[in-house]
């Protein structure tokens, strides 16, 4: 049974070691960045008063979808949300960045995370439909409430949450997401770029997770589902605060500078698969 493990890790090393496993990453960064631009643009227009919407990242993908020619582009985009999959669960499971545990699970929360969102996808190019971050947000909320100890798990899921929003802000504020990239293949004027999206764009996530956090730990509390938000939803709270679309208008441009950096990512991020 071990010789059988190991024939099959063995396998899948060699599987991964092939250069298109790499391209399917990057052009998966690509997509991963279209989206998230996506997302920023329409909550800025709500933010300014030129239309728009707060909306999550299967929102992006409807939004792609009512484009001209919006199924081939979404088709494209659904490939590299794949690859990105793809090269989340080679580092969770193979872990060729030799990452601690901490690390693995988040890159196995993304691979499930990005699976969901191309599956999202493909229906939204079949014409099937796709159900909405918020209502998926509230839905598994309920069935974790519904659970022995279900307010305890929700509670320490948007702890979680908070403290991994806090991590974006400081990961953006240290500039630790720069480890991340080919420095030395860099010039200086494109190590400034990505230096200064990468602090706006991290923080402007953290901002939105802080806030989904906040909703769960609201969810748990009150053991009601209807209090959990998802990333529309969170944009939209953060909207009806006092100078609420200031404070939209601040996070909708960081997120859209999250997607710029992500292009760069594309380029210069250091991918390892074996």
């Known amino acids: ?16 070691a092939d250069p298109w496993v790499e391209k399917l990453a990057r052009f998966g960064l690509v997509a991963k960045g279209i989206v998230y ?13 030129t239309g728009g919407r707060t909306t999550d990242t299967a929102g992006a993908l409807q939004t792609i979808v009512t484009q001209p020619f919006g199924k081939f582009l979404l088709a494209l985009v659904a490939v590299g949300l794949l690859g990105y999959m793809l090269w989340q669960f080679i580092a969770a499971f193979l872990n060729p960045d030799n990452k601690g545990i901490f690390g693995r699970l988040g890159s196995f929360f993304a691979a499930v995370i990005y699976a969901g969102l191309a599956f999202t996808a493909v229906k939204l190019i079949l014409g099937t439909g796709g159900q909405t971050g918020g209502n998926a947000t509230q839905d598994w909320t309920a069935r974790f409430l519904a659970q022995p100890f279900g307010q305890w798990l929700v509670g320490i899921a948007g702890a979680l949450t908070i403290g991994m929003g806090f991590y974006e802000i400081y990961k953006g504020f240290k500039g630790k997401f720069r480890e991340d ?12 770029w990505a230096t200064n999206l990468g602090r706006l764009g991290y923080a402007a996530r953290g901002v939105v997770f802080i806030a989904i956090g906040f909703f769960l730990i609201q969810a748990a509390r009150l053991s009601n589902p209807n209090q959990a938000r998802g990333f529309g939803g969170a944009l939209a709270a953060l909207a009806a605060q006092p100078y609420g679309p200031w404070i939209l208008g601040l996070v909708a441009i960081g997120l859209i500078a999250y997607g ?7 380029k210069y991020r250091r991918i390892r698969t074996a």
């Open 1 to 16: 049974m071990r010789q059988q493990t190991r024939n099959v890790e063995q396998k899948a090393r060699q599987v991964a």
């Open 37 to 49: 631009s996506i997302v920023g643009i329409l909550a800025a227009q709500a933010a300014f008063g």
């Open 181 to 192: 990239l080919k420095w030395q293949q860099m010039d200086r004027n494109e190590r400034n």
């Open 260 to 266: 710029i950096y992500t292009l760069v990512e594309a």
